[in-house]
């Protein structure tokens, strides 16, 4: 009765009853042929013969909530009997005919191939993001709209000596200093309101260095024109820097030499008046 009225309920649904020891009661012929066989060659068996070895455990564990009474859901990989791989989203739904025991599980699958190849492609290009972001000698971070770290990359880590799983979801201000937040904030409230910000800093690092940095607060808008958070990007200008005070440090000192130089000039120049008045 039970396997007529899921039929009859979704005739080209991916569908299938299982007795409590996981065995196959019924098995919809869209269902077995994703799982590349045929419905009469899934009855009888356990269901696990049907997923790969490889997704055993996860299967048996989604199993045994569902046999507890609590719906269960998991992705599975599914080779089809023309050899395409797809994606299965499954549900297992407990079913009682004598409400104090469960007496069969109810399977139910979905194809998200589709939506499964669009993540792994987002996700791929999010890794290759990061190995990059991670090489590049520029400190990079987002920070979002109540002021947490929701991202940084290596350089990030290595200023702040911590790492992005560490500081992730924790506020700015609790990570620096109070001077340091006090500088900050302001900067960050305005990129907050949608104003790029450009920064030129000086900072000591965790050795005790002098260092400057150069870059800029950059607002992240979403479609509906709201700024979600900022991204801040930092340039190590400190070679630069230290050759500016350099150059500067020489030309004062060139200053004051020809300072010198001309005092010295107008001394010996008063010298020879004065020497010329008494011959």
Known sequence: RVVAKMAAAQPQGMLALLDTSGRVAYASESLASVLGMTSDHLLGRPIHDAVGVGEHDRFAKALATALDGHPSTL??????????????????????DDPSAIDSIELQAMDVSDDQREQDAVQRSERRLRTIMDQIPVTVSYIDADYRYRYINRAQEQWLGATDEQVSGRKVADLVDEAVWANI????????????VPLERQRTDRQGNPVWHSGRHVPDVNDRGEVVGTYTVFFDITERALAEQA?????????????????????????????????
């Open 75 to 96: 992705k599975l990989p599914a080779l089809g009997t023309d050899q395409s791989l797809r994606t299965l989203r499954v549900i297992l739904m407990p079913r009682r």
């Open 247 to 279: 150059l500067r440090h020489n030309a004062q000192e060139l200053m004051a030499a020809k300072a010198a130089a001309e005092r010295a000039s107008n001394a010996k120049s008063e010298f020879l008046a004065n020497m010329s008045h008494e011959i």
């Open 185 to 196: 904030e302001p900067n960050l409230r305005m990129a907050m309101h949608g104003v790029q």
